[in-house]
């Protein structure tokens, strides 16, 4: 049975118009901000919508059109900043810019704040990503880090020590021949180790049924729980196919990482030369997303 942290993506993953499924949150994801009348000024300029802060990610979706969403994992974000757009509801006005890298690919992403006079969006967004930045501990794999001060453990908050097995070795990184004789016919640390393995276990399914994150941060008012705030998604005649390219890929796409221009290549659509589109993109999507 694979653990459920096996399937971790929220944090790591730049996802488009996903499921209402998708958008709950998984064990160990905790909602710390709702924000209503927001706009997604790159993607859907003009459209109201509300943004979804917890502590693995930001999720934006349409009121008019739920399915149309987006999900922003922390991991992915290079950086935040704010900026002047141009949004369709406020006109010129200060928004908070994030850029991504997801897969090798760089997303931009603009939202703007409908309500005017409040700096809540930058203040929320900004305060729990610089906490998921400073609590990776709880969620990476750390080599040579200070886990040891005065030959005691530093445990992170709400980290407890369960058990200590003394005489231990890692062998994992270094090549050593090991050769051992007596005339005890079993050897207690063999059977201590097993034991350890089984609290191991134990422990991590426990623990995977609501992991802690360390992200900590709390607004002074509660939001709703994010299952109230997830409208259902009526059925529809429309088939969607979730693996073809969509036109919100192409919207927040950002080439800034190209380091020159693409080979022209002649488009028989156009009856010219154009420089060659990146792999997934046509000519149509992109006619698309500009009306």
Same mark, same amino acid.
């Given at each position: 049975m694979a653990s459920v942290l096996d399937a971790l993506w929220e944090d790591r993953d730049v996802r488009f118009d996903i499921t209402v499924q998708q958008m709950k949150t998984r064990p160990g994801e905790v909602l710390i901000d709702c924000l209503d009348s927001i706009e997604d000024t790159k993607g859907n300029n003009g459209d109201r919508g509300r943004l979804l802060v917890t502590n693995l990610r930001i999720i934006w979706h349409s009121l008019a059109l739920p399915r149309v969403n987006l999900s922003v994992g922390y991991n992915t974000i290079i950086n935040i900043t704010t900026r002047t757009a141009n949004s369709k509801l406020r006109g010129q006005? +200060?928004? #908070?810019? &994030?850029?991504?890298? $997801?897969?090798?690919?760089?997303?931009?992403?603009?939202?703007?704040? =409908? =309500?005017?006079?409040? /700096?809540? #969006?930058?203040?929320? =967004? &900004? *305060?729990?990503?610089? *906490?998921?930045?400073?609590?990776?501990?709880?969620?990476? #794999?750390?080599?040579?880090?200070?886990l040891i001060q005065n030959k005691q453990l530093r445990l992170l908050p709400r980290e407890q020590v369960y058990d200590k097995i003394n005489g231990v070795w890692?062998? $994992?990184?270094? %090549?050593?021949?090991?050769?051992?004789?007596?005339? &005890? /016919? !079993?050897? /207690?640390?063999?059977?201590?180790? %097993?034991? *350890? #393995? !089984?609290? &191991?276990?134990?422990?991590? !399914?426990v623990y995977s049924a609501n992991p802690i994150f360390g992200v900590d941060y709390e607004m002074e008012e509660k939001p709703q729980p994010l299952e109230e705030l997830t409208v259902e998604q009526p059925p529809d005649d429309v088939e969607i196919e979730p693996d073809e390219q969509t036109d919100a890929f192409t919207a927040y796409f950002a080439d800034g990482n190209k380091?020159?221009?693409? +080979? /022209?290549?002649? $488009? +028989?659509?156009l009856g010219l030369a154009i420089e060659k589109l990146k792999d997934g993109f046509t000519l149509q999507g992109l006619w698309e997303v500009m009306s």
């Amino acid at each position: 049975m694979a653990s459920v942290l096996d399937a971790l993506w929220e944090d790591r993953d730049v996802r488009f118009d996903i499921t209402v499924q998708q958008m709950k949150t998984r064990p160990g994801e905790v909602l710390i901000d709702c924000l209503d009348s927001i706009e997604d000024t790159k993607g859907n300029n003009g459209d109201r919508g509300r943004l979804l802060v917890t502590n693995l990610r930001i999720i934006w979706h349409s009121l008019a059109l739920p399915r149309v969403n987006l999900s922003v994992g922390y991991n992915t974000i290079i950086n935040i900043t704010t900026r002047t757009a141009n949004s369709k509801l406020r006109g010129q006005t +200060e928004a #908070l810019y &994030i850029l991504t890298k $997801s897969n090798n690919t760089r997303f931009e992403f603009i939202f703007t704040n =409908v =309500v005017p006079g409040s /700096p809540r #969006l930058f203040t929320s =967004v &900004i *305060a729990v990503h610089r *906490a998921y930045e400073t609590s990776k501990m709880y969620r990476d #794999l750390k080599l040579r880090a200070a886990l040891i001060q005065n030959k005691q453990l530093r445990l992170l908050p709400r980290e407890q020590v369960y058990d200590k097995i003394n005489g231990v070795w890692n062998l $994992s990184s270094d %090549q050593v021949l090991v050769f051992w004789s007596s005339n &005890i /016919p !079993k050897y /207690p640390l063999l059977e201590k180790l %097993q034991d *350890a #393995l !089984k609290e &191991i276990n134990s422990l991590h !399914k426990v623990y995977s049924a609501n992991p802690i994150f360390g992200v900590d941060y709390e607004m002074e008012e509660k939001p709703q729980p994010l299952e109230e705030l997830t409208v259902e998604q009526p059925p529809d005649d429309v088939e969607i196919e979730p693996d073809e390219q969509t036109d919100a890929f192409t919207a927040y796409f950002a080439d800034g990482n190209k380091q020159q221009d693409r +080979e /022209p290549v002649f $488009s +028989e659509e156009l009856g010219l030369a154009i420089e060659k589109l990146k792999d997934g993109f046509t000519l149509q999507g992109l006619w698309e997303v500009m009306s």
